[in-house]
């Protein structure tokens, strides 16, 4: 057991998991995890080509080209960050590249802010990227091994998101693998991108609306069949997803099976979502409000992208409140946690409420009797009324 | 022995019926560089008049492997394409950075720095046509002094052009160059010695572009030489900080070094309809200082 | 019939000639290369190819003479325009006029 912070553990992860090219730029609080990885390179342990980019575009950028020459990929970023690298984010999972960015977890400006919201990767949900969230220091070093195999199974990138300074920069116990176990679990990469003179093959051309006959005779895909194929890509990698944390437990003996962190549901009529960190901190509201005979159980989402509807309406399917905590907002609706809560349960026999509340915008620090508090108030705007409220409520000092 | 039109590699990388404009002199200047590689490389193109060239999927018209990348990372496309054929521990293959002007002194400039300063091993060659011509000609920062373009419709430009290669020579790099697809020959010699030389190297081509540019589709050739002899354009190469006079430059300067006048090459394109008698004076005056440096910089007279 | 038989998942092209069809249809000019005139032929001899050497799009062979495919020629008129001894020459494309 050691005792690591959340980029120590990103990074131990990436060099276990024998990444080939990093291509990374120092952004707060994602830099210590940036520098771990060249100092690893540096010193030998870790061979891999480490490119100091000059920009997190320029990030994305090596990272596409290097994956397509067949190279085991690594980046990590944050906030604006990652904003800056949008253009590339849809570039590489339209081209279907099996890259892993760790996204620390940081509110995106204007005004300038560097401590912890999830904003910065909940804008980048459109881009075709599987989003996995963490809880713990632990969770981020074995999401991170974890990715590399889905990745590279279903040929789309993973983002791994873990909260900025809350567990990027808190140290708590995690155990490191094996290496020989990690090379077990891990195969190398089997790119499905030639860059051969030999046999020359172009990538990432112009498409046409409409299909076009190849040099083959064979009809060939418009853009929109290229992108149908990402979408059922993702809609498929819900089994990838929970195999890959099958077999991480038959080696690790840690289960990852599942798209979400279910804990003390199975009695509850009240259940709160969270996402990251906060499902930690919401297991411990959930306990305050047990010792006051409320039932309330948790439900931890772990994969956002593809949003695992089927589970979620499982799980939910004796609650009658859902109080759903979301580090984001979708300016002019909700949170976005929320918006696919709601759209999972649309149309099913669940008759719950939901109420959203905006929390921990820009490091603002959640603690569980808030959570506590906030879920109270929900169950009381039950008498009111019922039915969901337009936007969501804000647990801030305005 | 230096290469000419009977002794050249005959194999053609670029296949007949692609999408160029009739007597794009992109398309010949790639057409040359390609020979020069033989082929053995890994191209990778920003959006560009090159993507047009490349191709529609699922065809291509080029026959080496190639990556399309957006328009503002083809310094970091070649990077990655270096740094994954070294972590794969491929080698004897050249990374091609194929781009146009935007993509090299505009929106493409930063991605290009950044890979020169970290001094990775590949070649980048711009194509310049003077303007975003791919999307109809909007002008960039290569477009002359006093040219007419989508963006600059009535007063034309009122600025210089970037010299990129001065900016890419501010890099230390170990090979930079200038060329211009009427001498192909030229052309082809430097990429063939760019080839050999590690690092990053940077080679500019001057590609007159018909539509853009407003001149009858078969004066492309005579549009490149003229800004040549005008000294618009100056076919030189450093080669580890040695600057040497090449081609039609060089034979220039040797016959005593005498400019045409630029006013012929304005007058017979239409982007410079309303290019001002102060802007050619000017731009003669400043053509005139430039030769007048590169004379004096020159090692090879 | 749906595209999935082509097995891409990403954007992959191959080569392929005449990838924007037949550019011989851009044409409202055609060279035509007089081998009486053309140096190569009349020396019998591999010499001169400035047409070969010039042309964008490949489609004249070095051979003696040399030789257009008019499946892929866009008529661009460079090769003419080049000859030193003025041996190309551009006629109009009938069937392209009025």
Same mark, same amino acid.
């Given at each position: ?38 100092? /690893?390179? !540096? ?8 490119? =100091? ?30 904003? /800056?690298?949008? !253009? ?50 632990? !969770? ?7 990715? /590399? ?59 046409? =609306? ?74 411990? =509201? ?44 979708? /300016? ?67 | ?13 670029? $296949? ?9 002199? *992109? ?25 047009? $060239? ?100 009535? $007063? ?30 030229? *052309? ?112 090879? $007279? | ?98």
């Amino acid at each position: 057991m050691h005792i690591l912070d959340g980029n120590q553990a990103a990074a131990i992860a990436a060099k276990m998991s024998r990444v080939q090219v990093i291509a990374a730029y120092p952004i707060t609080p994602q830099t210590p995890l940036t520098e771990q990885l060249s100092q /690893y390179v !540096e010193e030998g342990q870790l061979k891999a080509e480490y490119v =100091a980019v000059e920009s997190e575009h320029s990030a994305m950028a090596v990272c596409t080209s290097a994956s397509i020459v067949g190279a085991r990929t690594f980046t990590a970023t944050s906030s604006h960050g990652l904003a /800056y690298m949008h !253009e590339m984010l849809h570039w590489a999972a339209g081209a279907r590249l099996p890259i892993v960015l760790a996204c620390v977890n940081r509110a995106i400006g204007a005004p300038w802010n560097v401590l912890n919201d999830q904003q910065d990767s909940i804008s980048q949900r459109d881009t075709g990227w599987i989003q996995i969230y963490c809880r713990n220091n632990q !969770e981020i070093l074995d999401t991170v091994i974890q990715a /590399y195999r889905i990745a590279e199974s279903v040929y789309v990138p993973v983002m791994v998101c873990y909260d900025g300074y809350i567990l990027s920069h808190t140290e708590m116990p995690v155990d490191i693998p094996e290496q020989v176990d990690v090379d077990r679990y891990l195969p190398p990469y089997q790119p499905h991108t030639t860059l051969d003179p030999a046999n020359p093959k172009n990538y990432n051309l112009v498409t046409l =609306a409409n299909p076009r006959v190849g040099v083959d005779g064979k009809l060939c895909h418009g853009y929109m069949e290229l992108r149908y194929l990402l979408q059922e890509a993702l809609q498929n990698s819900r089994e990838t997803i929970l195999q890959a944390g099958k077999e991480f437990n038959d080696i690790f003996g840690r289960d990852y099976a599942s798209m979400f962190w279910e804990e003390r549901n199975e009695d509850a009529e009240i259940t709160i979502v969270a996402m990251g960190s906060l499902a930690s901190e919401a297991i411990v =509201a959930a306990d305050m409000l047990r010792e006051e005979g409320i039932k309330v159980g948790v439900l931890g989402l772990r994969v956002f992208r593809p949003f695992p509807k089927q589970d979620v309406v499982q799980a939910l399917r004796k609650s009658r409140l859902i109080v759903v905590f979301d580090k984001n907002i979708s /300016y002019g609706s909700e949170g976005a946690t929320c918006s696919e809560i709601k759209s999972a349960l649309y149309g099913t026999y669940i008759n719950a409420a939901i109420r959203n509340f905006i929390v921990g915008l820009g490091g603002r620090d959640v603690k569980a009797r808030e959570l506590a508090e906030a879920t109270k108030k929900a169950i009381s705007s039950l008498k009111e009324t019922v039915t969901n409220p337009d936007y969501p409520e804000w647990i801030c000092q305005i | 022995m230096k290469a000419n039109a009977v002794n050249l590699i005959e194999k053609e990388w670029i $296949l007949p019926g692609n999408r160029t404009c009739p007597g794009c002199a *992109l398309s010949l200047a790639y057409r040359h560089t390609l020979k020069a590689l033989e082929g053995q490389c890994i191209v990778t193109v920003p959006a560009s008049c090159a993507t047009v $060239l490349h191709g529609m999927y699922p065809i291509t018209a080029v026959n080496v492997p190639c990556v399309n990348t957006p328009f503002a990372s083809t310094g970091a496309s070649a990077t990655g394409l270096v740094a994954g054929l070294k972590a794969l521990g491929r080698k004897g293959i050249t990374v091609l950075a194929f781009a146009g002007d935007g993509g090299t002194h505009d929106i493409g400039i930063q991605s290009l720095s950044g890979a020169a300063e970290r001094q990775y091993d590949f070649m980048y060659i711009c194509y310049d046509n003077e303007g975003y011509m791919n999307t109809g000609n909007q002008r960039s920062g290569s477009t002359p002094l006093g040219a007419v373009s989508g963006t600059t419709p009535v $007063l034309g430009k009122q600025q210089y052009q970037k010299d990129m290669t001065a900016i890419m020579e501010a890099h230390g790099l170990p090979y930079v160059a200038t060329c211009s697809a009427s001498y192909p020959l030229d *052309l082809y010699e430097k990429v063939k010695k760019a080839k050999t030389i590690e690092g990053t190297r940077f080679i500019h081509i001057h590609t007159p572009c018909p539509p853009g540019w407003i001149f009858p589709f078969s004066d492309t050739i005579k549009f490149g030489e003229m800004a040549v002899e005008t000294g618009l354009v100056v076919l030189y190469e450093i080669e580890d900080g040695i600057f040497r006079l090449t081609s039609a430059s060089e034979s220039l300067a040797r016959k005593g070094g005498t400019l045409q006048p630029v006013r012929e090459y304005f007058k017979s394109q239409g982007r410079f309809k309303t290019i001002t008698e102060e802007q050619i004076d000017e731009l003669q005056q400043w053509v005139n200082a430039r030769w007048k440096q590169c004379l004096n910089r020159a090692t090879n $007279l | 019939m749906g595209t999935r038989d082509c097995n891409h998942i990403c954007d992959e092209s191959s080569p392929g000639i005449g990838e924007a069809g037949r550019t011989g249809e851009w044409r409202t000019h055609l060279p035509v290369i007089d081998d009486k005139r053309c140096t190569a032929s009349k020396l019998n001899k591999p010499t001169c190819f400035l047409c070969w050497l010039y042309c964008p799009e490949a489609v004249v062979t070095r051979s003696i003479p040399p030789t257009i495919d008019l499946e892929y020629c866009k008529g661009c008129g460079i090769c003419a325009e080049v000859c030193p001894v003025q041996a190309i020459t551009m006629i109009p494309e009938e069937k392209n006029l009025g």
